[in-house]
């Protein structure tokens, strides 16, 4: 399975973008992870194949929805209200199973990241 993340791009504070997976194949937990410059790999938010449970890390809550189109194949992460400090390249990953999906390396398939800069 390839996973193909678009979307990010350059927005003013307060500013919102979505960004898009397409995933080739079937997959069932999807995430979204996401990397600012000298800062460690982190998760922003989570959803399980069935879309009923969904996960966000806590300085999103309330500005990102993350969720997904079984028809597409695809997942989508709708960012709004950006701060600067969401400035980053986030990567959308899929996993061959469901569980509990918070760790980077529980998921099989990395998409190759998109930037997101949100200027002040």
């Known amino acids: 399975v390839q996973l193909q993340a678009s979307g990010g791009g350059l927005v003013q504070a307060g500013g919102s973008l979505r960004l898009s997976c397409a995933a080739s194949?079937?997959?069932?937990?999807m995430g979204w992870f996401r990397q600012a410059p000298g800062k460690e790999r982190e998760i922003v938010a989570a959803?399980?194949?069935?879309?009923?449970?969904?996960y966000y890390t806590d300085s999103v809550k309330g500005r990102f929805t993350i969720s997904r189109d079984y028809g597409k194949s695809t997942g989508y992460l709708q960012m709004n209200s950006l701060n600067p400090e969401d400035t980053a390249v986030y990567y959308c990953?899929?996993?061959?199973?469901?569980?509990?999906?918070?760790?980077?390396?529980?998921?099989?398939?990395w998409g190759q990241g998109t930037l997101v800069t949100v200027s002040s």
């Open positions: 959803i399980n194949w069935s879309g009923g449970t969904k």
């Open positions: 194949g079937r997959t069932f937990d």
């Open positions: 990953a899929a996993r061959r199973s469901t569980g509990s999906s918070l760790a980077s390396v529980l998921y099989d398939y």
